[in-house]
Structures are given as C-alpha cells and as structure tokens.
C-alpha cells in the first residue's frame, strides 16, 4: 500500500492549504488516521488524528485552524490548515494506522512552508 500525498505549497501567513493523503488501494482494519509534521531540527509531532469512529484530535497549536476530516470511500485523508502562521512550516506526512493485522503505513511528506 502506498499513501500519495499532496497539496503541499508555499503560503503567506493567514493563508489556507489543504493536504490529501490517498492510499493506493482499499485498507481494511483502520485504526486510526493522522497527520504528523516535522520541522527541522525537531522531532515529529502528532498534529490531528481521526478514529475509525469519526473522533478527532488535535495538536493544542493548531487548535480551532486546522480540520482533519476522511472519506471512507475513497481511502483519502484530509487536513485542512486555515490561518496559517510561519511556525506551522514543516514536512507533513500522513500514516494510517491498522489493527488487524497490526500495521502502519505513512506517506512520502509534502513541504509545507509559511513565509512572506
């Protein structure tokens, strides 16, 4: 299986972006799906998840900007990041998380870099 990610871009502080994460076949037994970034010299950091459930949580800094949503149908994550500010520049990458069998799969990552 493999996550194609995209939607990743330079923006102006305040901008919008929305990322997408499809999986390159159907995926039985999701757990979870999330979003995770890295900015350099940084460690990764959860920032929103969605359960099998429709549940949803979100890193306290993106808070009230970003929305995570998912469509079952067609295996496909979303983020979307409103108001954005130069400190949310990061790598984005995406995982979805299996329970039967016990598996992750992540995405290949899409710069997102908030800049003037």
């Known amino acids: 299986v493999q996550l194609v990610e995209s939607g990743g871009g330079l923006v102006q502080p305040g901008g919008s972006l929305r990322l997408s994460c499809a999986a390159s076949?159907?995926?039985?037994?999701?757990?979870?799906m999330s979003w995770y970034r890295q900015a350099p010299g940084k460690q990764r950091e959860l920032v929103a998840v969605?359960?099998?459930?429709?549940?949803?949580n979100y890193l306290d800094s993106v808070k009230g900007r970003f929305t995570i949503s998912r469509d079952n149908a067609k295996n496909t994550v979303y983020l979307q990041m409103n108001s954005l500010k130069p400190e949310d520049t990061a790598v984005y990458y995406c995982?979805?998380?299996?329970?039967?069998?016990?598996?992750?799969?992540w995405g290949q990552g899409t710069q997102v870099t908030v800049s003037s």
């Open positions: 076949r159907t995926i039985f037994s999701i757990d979870a």
């Open positions: 969605i359960t099998s459930g429709g549940s949803t």
């Open positions: 995982n979805i998380e299996c329970y039967d069998p016990p598996q992750d799969y």
